[in-house]
């Protein structure tokens, strides 16, 4: 059995009185992805037939050139959802929006 202990993000926060909900993101190093590359990719699998494809793509391409070039970062991320009770929420050091926090997922049997 492997630890997987993963970085989060706090992206929001609900206080209900009692209890606390965080809304987590997996905070990661994010790879740049051309604008271009995803938009190929995105023709790649909406197009079914092949003809039509590859009439579409040079176009595509030709037009995706003459563009400035816009770096996106990309990550499918693991999102977590956490309710707790305020106490806890308050022995954790009550993390605000944009702050990190550690997450220790692992099977226990």
Same mark, same amino acid.
């Given at each position: 059995m492997e630890d997987e202990r993963v970085r989060f993000r706090v992206n929001q926060l609900t206080e209900?009185? %009692?209890?606390v909900s965080l809304?987590?993101?997996?905070?990661v190093e994010l790879e740049p992805v051309s604008q271009q590359?995803?938009?190929?990719e995105a023709v790649e699998r909406a197009v079914a037939d092949k003809d039509v494809k590859e009439q579409i793509k040079p176009i595509l391409e030709a037009l995706l050139r003459s563009q400035p070039q %816009?770096?996106?970062k990309t990550y499918s991320q693991t999102v977590i959802q956490i309710t707790m009770p305020k106490k806890r929420y308050e022995?954790?050091?009550?993390p605000r929006v944009g702050e990190k926090?550690?997450?220790d997922i692992r099977r226990i049997f």
């Open positions: 209900t009185g %009692t209890n809304a987590l993101s997996e905070d590359q995803m938009m190929l %816009t770096l996106v022995r954790i050091g009550s926090l550690m997450v």
